[in-house]
Every structure is written in C-alpha cells, then in structure tokens.
C-alpha cells in the first residue's frame, strides 16, 4: 500500500537579513533534510522541544512554506511541482488545525458564517438551505448544537474554539489534518476531551494525522508512530508502544524521563540535559544533539549519523545506542528516608500580600 504522504529530503533554510541594505547574514536551518511517511488513517506525532522545526515541517507539508529543497508527495502528486491555483484546490483534501484556539478564528464572522465559508469556496454546498444543514451536522460531530451557528467566537471556551477549529477543518472533508499543537493551550481535562473526539472523528472518516506537539504524555494517546526531532533533524522514529518501551536515543530517553508518572509513589532515574539548544544559525558538527548528550564520543563530533533502520520499523539517528544501558524504567518506590532526603533539598519561600505589593 502506497503512503498517503511521502517527504523526502525536505529542509527549510530562512535568511537572516542584517543592516540597512539586508544583506543575507547567514540562515536558520529550521528543517534540515528529513525524511517520513504517513499512511491513510494514520497518526504521526512529530515531538520535540520549542524551536525544533517541527511546526516549520507542518507548514512545509501544506506549503503555507515553500522549502528550500526536498520533495512532498501527496496521494502519489508531487505538491511542489503544483501552481498556487492547483495547490488552492488540492488544499480541500488536506487541512489544517493551528495551536491558538483563539487568534484562529475570525472574531467578526459567526459560527454559521466561518463554517460555511469553506462550503461556499469549493462548490460543497449549492445552496444557503444545504449550508445551514452541512453547518449544523459540522456543529454536532464536534459535540457542539446547532444553534451555536449564531454565536460568535468569543461566546466560546477555549475548548468550545477547539472543537469549532476542528469543526472548520472537517468541512471540506479532508484525507489529511495537520495538528499544530492543537491542545497545548487547553486545561488537561479539556485536553482528554478533545484528544478522544479527534480520535473518534478519525474512527468515522478515515482522517490521517500529523500531529505536532512537545508533550510525550499527550501524544501517547492518539499517535500510532512518533517522530522525534532535535534542532531541524529527526533523531528517532518508531511506533508509539515501540518508544515508550525501548528509547533509543539520547535525546528520547530525556524526553520520556521527564514525563510525570501517573504513580506518585513511583520514580525513575533522571536524564537531564544540561545547556540550551544550540542555535540553528550556527548548528553544531557532526550530530547536532552531541552537545548536550552524555554518551558523547569523537566520532559524534565529527560525523553526522544516518538515521537507520533495524528493520522493524524503528530507526534511529546513533550507531552507539546498543552500547547504552537500558533505558530508565519506572524503579522501586523509594524508601521513606529517602524521601526525607529529597524534602530535605525542597523548601519553600512564602510570600505575603505585604511583600508581594513592594
């Protein structure tokens, strides 16, 4: 079976244009030559921490960017090759959920009005009786009455925005959603909500996901691979229940030490990553992450790593990861005087009404 999307070397470099004449100065390697898939039906979560290019690739894929090199292939159609007129039309099969629930949508038009609006574009609706409907039926896959059509934006919740964002991707009846990081502004409980109505909606339709996000806790729960991306480069991919079990690489293992376990009384050895990420003007030779990674050797320095499969799937961006020790697990509860131990570390400074006010 053919993907539903193919990219292949795709990058994305912006100049960095200084001085009075904008000189080009250099350029920020926000996506540097990665390579994925993503199967009909599919969830692809891209992780990675704040500045990592993954929000770049979403946009890269919906060319809302044009790349500086690489290809995107969608249903077997090389979407690069396509004019700005043909992308238009070919953008009703592929769609978009933005991050910010409430500078996505258009506080001066209506529900019925923002919802429609698509219909209208793309001949899906011939008339305003068969827009209400389509408008309603949107209104009530997402949880929402149809008598929300009147309401504006700002009547909403920010969970109610999300559900109207996702309501607008819906309209159109797309094979592709693009979720850039689509919950990340929500409460947790509000999350859960609209994590399982994307899953039931992609149950009903078929829909496939790229679904963007820095939360390993959150992804879990609805994407079937992850890819892993550190400063422009994917570093590891796998299915889900394949990385949470078996990290590989350095950067994945300190990623899923820092997911919070449900059991409080439960604890795992720590990973930390010490230093900020390097900037994406000025990368660092040979692998990226070899700055911040304590199983750093010579030849990380100087040679960039293939990201290679072991042929079930998971590939991963370390020739040494074999060498590794096995990734930290969830241990033994620790002992009250250790926990002493570690309380005796944490103290608190507490404030006044009085002092705050100074």
């Given at each position: 079976m053919?993907?539903?999307?193919?990219?292949?070397?795709l990058a994305?470099?912006?100049p960095?244009?200084?001085?009075?004449?904008g000189?080009?100065s250099?350029?920020?390697?926000a996506?540097?030559?990665i390579?994925?898939?993503l199967?009909?039906?599919?969830?692809?979560?891209?992780?990675?921490e704040?500045?990592c290019?993954k929000s770049?690739v979403?946009r890269?894929?919906?060319?809302?960017?044009?790349?500086?090199?690489?290809?995107v292939?969608?249903?077997?159609e090389?979407l690069?090759?396509l004019?700005?007129?043909?992308?238009?039309a070919?953008r009703?099969?592929?769609?978009?959920?933005?991050?910010?629930p409430?500078a996505?949508?258009?506080?001066?038009?209506?529900v019925?009005?923002m919802?429609?609006?698509?219909l209208?574009?793309?001949?899906l609706a011939?008339s305003?009786a068969?827009r209400?409907?389509?408008?309603?039926?949107?209104?009530?896959?997402?949880?929402?009455?149809p008598?929300?059509?009147r309401?504006?934006?700002h009547?909403?919740?920010g969970?109610?925005?999300?559900?109207?964002a996702?309501?607008?991707?819906l309209?159109?009846?797309?094979?592709?959603?693009?979720?850039?990081e689509?919950?990340?502004a929500?409460?947790v409980?509000i999350q859960a909500?609209?994590?399982?109505?994307?899953r039931?909606?992609q149950?009903?339709?078929g829909?496939?996901?790229?679904?963007?996000?820095?939360?390993l806790?959150?992804?879990?729960?609805?994407?079937?691979?992850?890819a892993v991306?550190y400063?422009?480069?994917?570093?590891?991919?796998?299915?889900t229940?394949?990385?949470?079990?078996?990290?590989?690489?350095?950067y994945?293992?300190?990623?899923?030490?820092?997911?919070?376990?449900?059991?409080?009384?439960?604890?795992?050895?720590?990973?930390?990553l010490?230093?900020?990420?390097?900037?994406?003007m000025?990368p660092?030779?040979g692998c990226?992450f070899?700055?911040?990674c304590?199983?750093?050797k010579?030849?990380?320095?100087?040679?960039?790593?293939?990201?290679?499969?072991d042929g079930?799937?998971?590939?991963?961006?370390?020739?040494w990861?074999?060498e590794?020790?096995?990734?930290?697990?969830?241990?033994?509860?620790?002992?009250?005087?250790?926990?002493r131990i570690?309380?005796?570390?944490l103290?608190?400074?507490?404030?006044?009404?009085?002092?705050?006010?100074?």
């Amino acid at each position: 079976m053919s993907a539903l999307l193919e990219v292949q070397g795709l990058a994305k470099h912006f100049p960095v244009k200084r001085g009075a004449f904008g000189f080009v100065s250099g350029h920020v390697q926000a996506v540097d030559g990665i390579d994925f898939h993503l199967n009909a039906g599919e969830t692809l979560a891209i992780v990675g921490e704040s500045g990592c290019g993954k929000s770049t690739v979403g946009r890269l894929v919906l060319r809302l960017l044009e790349p500086t090199a690489g290809s995107v292939r969608f249903e077997g159609e090389d979407l690069l090759a396509l004019s700005e007129s043909q992308m238009r039309a070919r953008r009703q099969r592929m769609q978009v959920i933005f991050q910010d629930p409430y500078a996505s949508l258009n506080p001066r038009m209506t529900v019925g009005a923002m919802l429609g609006e698509p219909l209208m574009l793309h001949g899906l609706a011939k008339s305003e009786a068969a827009r209400r409907a389509r408008v309603g039926e949107l209104l009530d896959l997402v949880g929402l009455r149809p008598d929300h059509a009147r309401r504006y934006p700002h009547e909403f919740s920010g969970g109610q925005r999300q559900r109207l964002a996702i309501a607008r991707a819906l309209a159109v009846e797309p094979k592709l959603i693009v979720a850039d990081e689509p919950v990340s502004a929500l409460d947790v409980s509000i999350q859960a909500q609209v994590i399982n109505l994307m899953r039931s909606l992609q149950d009903r339709f078929g829909l496939a996901y790229v679904f963007i996000s820095h939360d390993l806790a959150v992804v879990k729960h609805i994407a079937d691979r992850i890819a892993v991306m550190y400063l422009g480069k994917i570093v590891e991919t796998a299915t889900t229940d394949e990385l949470f079990r078996s990290p590989r690489h350095p950067y994945t293992r300190a990623l899923l030490a820092a997911v919070p376990l449900p059991d409080p009384t439960a604890t795992r050895e720590r990973t930390l990553l010490e230093g900020d990420i390097p900037s994406a003007m000025n990368p660092p030779a040979g692998c990226r992450f070899h700055t911040r990674c304590r199983f750093v050797k010579e030849f990380c320095r100087r040679d960039v790593p293939e990201l290679a499969d072991d042929g079930s799937g998971h590939s991963t961006a370390c020739p040494w990861w074999l060498e590794f020790p096995p990734a930290s697990s969830i241990v033994e509860a620790a002992s009250q005087d250790q926990d002493r131990i570690r309380l005796a570390r944490l103290q608190a400074a507490f404030v006044t009404a009085q002092t705050e006010a100074t």
